[in-house]
């Protein structure tokens, strides 16, 4: 019983994995079409964004600062000619858009725990321990580990037109 069970989860697994495929809805589709929604892509750039609002354009420069600035570039290579570069730039946006993500998760975890109720408290008291965010060095090195700068050296290698020229 069980094993038919699986087999019809794997099954539906993989019908819904290639339907979008059927549809002509895939990600850097050389018609232009992306199957992956951008103001997703655009939500995790605009928080890097106004992360970088305020920040220094000049050496050294933040990589909070680098990666605002290289989202905003990604953005308008979604439209470019070059399927490549069109392709290399909704990786890197969606490599930001994950580290958002688990940068927020993990945050939120250090506060809520393993409680998933819309109701839940925190399990951190003002007395007791103080919450305390992943550092900046922290983000970077999960950045890192993530491959959001592999991303980013993918993208820039497919022929984007990008440069950290406002760093003097």
Same mark, same amino acid.
């Given at each position: 019983?069980?094993?038919?069970? $699986? =087999?019809? %989860? @794997?099954? $539906?697994?993989? @019908?819904?994995? #290639?339907?979008p %495929?059927?549809?002509?809805d ?7 079409? /992306?199957?992956?929604? !951008?103001a @997703?892509?655009?939500?995790? *750039?605009?928080?890097?964004?106004? !992360?970088?609002?305020? =920040?220094? !354009? ?12 290289? *989202?905003?570039?990604?953005? %308008?290579?979604?439209?470019?000619? @070059?399927?490549g570069?069109?392709l290399? $730039?909704?990786?890197?946006? &969606? ?14 975890? !250090?506060?809520?725990?393993?409680? +998933?109720?819309p109701?839940?408290?925190?399990? +951190?008291?003002?007395?007791? $321990?103080a919450f &305390?965010?992943? /550092?900046?060095?922290?983000? #970077? =090195?999960?950045?890192?580990?993530m ?6 050296? %993918?993208?820039?290698?497919?022929g984007?037109? #990008? /440069?950290?020229?406002?760093v003097?």
């Amino acid at each position: 019983m069980q094993m038919k069970r $699986a =087999l019809a %989860a @794997l099954f $539906a697994f993989i @019908l819904i994995g #290639f339907a979008p %495929a059927a549809a002509g809805d895939r990600p850097g589709e050389p018609d232009g079409k /992306s199957g992956f929604p !951008r103001a @997703l892509l655009h939500a995790g *750039c605009n928080h890097y964004d106004n !992360r970088a609002r305020f =920040l220094s !354009r000049e050496e050294p420069v933040d990589y909070v600062v680098l990666l605002a600035e290289a *989202c905003r570039a990604a953005e %308008a290579s979604l439209d470019r000619e @070059l399927y490549g570069e069109r392709l290399a $730039a909704e990786y890197f946006l &969606k490599r930001v858009l994950r580290l958002r993500n688990t940068i927020i998760d993990m945050n939120m975890h !250090r506060v809520f725990g393993d409680q +998933t109720s819309p109701y839940a408290k925190p399990q +951190t008291e003002q007395g007791d $321990a103080a919450f &305390k965010p992943v /550092s900046p060095a922290g983000e #970077f =090195l999960i950045a890192h580990r993530m491959g959001v700068f592999d991303a980013y050296t %993918a993208w820039l290698d497919s022929g984007a037109e #990008f /440069s950290i020229a406002f760093v003097k």
